[in-house]
């Protein structure tokens, strides 16, 4: 029984390593925290939280596994001239023996379609730069030409979202890379291919009482050739300060969310994934930490009970 932990552990550690080998379908790091990073997978939202809204996050995937998923994102916006949005995104993500670094410019008109609803229409444009060091990889034979050059490549972005929301509510669709492309070797074998994903989000909050609101929220990822993956949640934001909460990924994690407001300006979150799948015996959880940051503060969002 021993041997047998010992050979699937080894073989899930190479299925890291080996990301970017041929079939390789390469995709975008996933959040459970999504609601307060928003803007990394939805250029709609841009400009949406109003003068300047900035987040830093760090995410830890399945901690134990050599070559497990580790990403950090930073993410900057601001509205401008009451309609138009900009902002920026950058994304750094580690899987085994590749790294993915995007950096995206975000522009978002802003619609008002009603006395407290708004349509927001976003692009996104940047570029993808990928690499691989197969030195960081385990080999049965090490002079095969595929891993005697590590590979580098840039390839460009293009994005669209739109962002649909009102004071207790939001609806969203995007991509944030509408551009597929293939990466091959020199004897046209293909090495990884990158497809389109596409986000569906949404969101209500309820007053459950002065001091106490709820909210849940959903979002799914819709990959051509991979099963959709689902993400619902639901938190508890108790007298404008502390926010607690669950989340479910379907056939994959449940989740356990805590955030506070360390200041009227900033906003503190945690998230601990535990695995439901068999991968779970392997690893000790995911943890992702944000700080998000607003210029204008709990005063005015006050007037808004969304808290997204």
């Known amino acids: 029984m021993k041997n047998n932990i010992s050979i699937i552990r080894i073989f899930t550690m190479l299925g890291f390593a080996f990301v ?48 497990s998923p580790e990403t950090q994102s930073f993410s900057a916006h601001g509205l401008v ?69 590590n590979l580098s490549e840039f390839r460009p972005m293009v994005g669209a979202g739109i962002y649909y929301y009102g004071a207790k509510w939001y609806l969203g669709a995007s991509s944030a890379n509408l551009l597929n492309s293939q990466i091959y070797d020199s004897d046209d074998d293909l090495i990884t291919e990158r497809k389109s994903q596409y986000y569906f989000m949404g969101g209500y909050v309820f007053d459950l009482s002065e001091s106490v609101k709820f909210k849940p929220a959903v979002l799914t990822k819709h990959v051509a050739g ?35 407001h360390i200041t009227d300006k900033f906003f503190l979150g945690y998230a601990y994934d535990y695995s439901t799948t ?22 005015k969002r006050a007037l808004s009970p969304r808290f997204f």
């Not at 996933?30 to 109003?50: D, E, F, R, S, V």
């Not at 410019?105 to 692009?123: C, D, E, P, Q, V």
């Not at 994959?252 to 969310?257: I, K, N, P, Q, T």
């Open 226 to 260: 991979s099963p959709i993956t689902v993400d619902v949640s639901a938190n508890f934001l108790l007298r404008e300060r502390l926010s607690l909460g669950l989340a479910y990924r379907y056939d994959d994690a449940v989740s356990a969310l805590a955030g506070f």
């Open 81 to 149: 001239k009451d309609r138009i949005g900009l902002g920026l995104t950058i994304v750094n993500d580690n899987i085994g023996a590749s790294n993915n670094f995007e950096v995206n410019a975000n522009f978002a008109y802003h619609i008002k379609t009603g006395r407290s609803t708004t349509l927001s229409l976003g692009l996104n444009a940047g570029i993808d730069m990928l690499s691989v060091d197969y030195s960081k990889g385990n080999f049965a034979n090490g002079l095969d030409p595929v891993f005697q050059e």
């Open 20 to 67: 970017t080998m041929v079939g390789y379908a390469q995709q975008r790091p996933q959040y459970t925290q999504y609601m307060y990073n928003t803007q990394t997978l939805n250029a709609g939202y841009t400009g949406t939280q109003g003068t300047l809204a900035a987040s830093l996050l760090y995410r830890t995937q399945w901690v134990g596994i050599d070559g």
């Open 278 to 299: 068999g991968l779970g015996d392997y690893n000790s959880g995911s943890h992702e930490i944000i700080l998000t940051y607003n210029l204008e503060g709990l005063k």
